[in-house]
């Protein structure tokens, strides 16, 4: 495959000019020779100058889509030809965890990994990946791209287990886990072959803004952020009992087994915190008003807000929210109870609600603790 860096030259496209672009304001930040550039800039860059899909809001196991090319981008400084680096979070799972050692350690790394990579690529239908690297050295950017391979657990090898750390290789790539920190780092190789961008650092940035300010004077320049709860909210997949997060087993996503009358196996909602209503009061169309929904695949459904109290999120047919969720998503079978240890695994409990207008809506997976974040003052 041509790389990124190759590939914006042939199109004479914006990619290279912008990561320059920013790492010459480097002074603003700090006076290392090193240019810096915060990894989610890269990441809007990568996006805007490749036309991607940008997935670093769901913080999915893929930063960005193209077609159905899954690509992580990851940036970091280093004084030789590899470095050690962080690709996945294990905080909720860190109980579970410190039940294994050694080997079995790795093998259950391996399967949590590779089920949030298997996650996100049903998610947004992705059929092949690969990391897109920037390392940046001094006046230096090296870009290049390598594999972004599930970890093979058939061929665990090289595990040495210490009081800080495993680590283990899979015969294609090293693994370290951090104890403390719950987190899985991986050892990447930098090739003689990487693509070099030379970058001068602007010795007075502030300057250079000054100017920039008095040129644009007047202009008035659109802002498409999200503004919480006005164009977005984050709802939970789940309930509270006794202070801990909960699936209960007759509403929500298990409503399908719920008493009384007989149901559908496709029964099902995503709940609606009272608070929402209250606090957000123009966010949702009104109650049993159908608005569309996409989920990230482009696929719309006619959903609508349910119930007493309007707690609910459905769809109509409600199968389809169902077949999404738990049939695609949680890969649960019919009959099978979602539980909290379930998304635990897959390492998100949440959903973000992105309002387009009055009448369209898309959904997408959030991390773990997502709408406890929102949920809170400082979100």
């Known amino acids: ?133 920037i390392v940046r050295k001094a006046k230096e950017l090296l870009l290049f791209e390598t594999d972004y391979n599930i970890i093979d657990i058939t061929n665990i090898n090289s595990i040495k287990d210490s009081k800080a750390s495993l680590q283990f290789s899979d015969g294609k790539n090293f693994y370290t886990y951090n104890y403390s920190k719950s987190t899985l780092f991986r050892n990447f190789q930098i090739p003689p072959t990487a693509f070099s961008l030379h970058v001068d650092i602007i010795q007075d940035p502030y300057s250079l803004l000054l100017q920039i300010l008095n040129e644009f004077k007047g202009i008035h320049v659109s802002n498409n952020r999200l503004v919480k709860g006005e164009n977005f909210i984050v709802l939970p997949l789940y309930g509270i009992k006794n202070n801990e997060k909960f699936i209960f087993q007759h509403s929500g996503l298990n409503q399908w087994n719920a008493n009384g009358r007989k149901r559908n196996i496709g029964e099902v909602y995503i709940p609606i915190p009272i608070s929402i209503h209250k606090n957000y009061p123009n966010f949702f169309p009104s109650r049993d008003f159908p608005f569309d929904l996409q989920i990230p695949t482009g696929e719309v459904f006619s959903a609508k807000v349910c119930q007493a109290n309007s707690k609910a999120l459905m769809t109509n047919p409600n199968k389809a929210l169902s077949d999404w969720l738990l049939r695609k998503i949680l890969q649960l079978k019919e009959g099978e109870l979602a539980t909290m240890e379930k998304l635990d695994a897959l390492g998100f409990d949440s959903v973000l609600i992105h309002k387009i207008n009055d009448g369209k809506y898309t959904i997408d997976i959030m991390k773990t603790n997502s709408y406890s974040d929102f949920d809170s003052e400082n979100y």
């Open 1 to 133: 495959m041509t790389s990124f860096a190759e590939l914006d030259q042939e199109r004479n496209g914006d990619y290279l000019n912008l990561l320059t672009a920013v790492s010459k304001l480097s002074g603003l930040f700090s006076e290392s020779v090193v240019p810096f550039i915060n990894y989610r800039v890269i990441e809007n860059i990568f996006c805007k100058s490749f036309q991607a899909e940008n997935l670093s809001r769901s913080d999915t196991a893929f930063d960005a889509k193209l077609d159905s090319l899954g690509v992580g981008i990851k940036t970091f400084v280093s004084n030789s030809n590899n470095s050690t680096e962080k690709i996945a979070e294990f905080n909720s799972l860190s109980r579970d965890l410190s039940k294994f050692s050694g080997k079995e350690l790795a093998l259950k790394l391996g399967e949590f990994r590779n089920e949030r990579i298997n996650l996100a690529k049903r998610v947004y239908n992705i059929e092949s990946s690969l990391y897109h690297i």
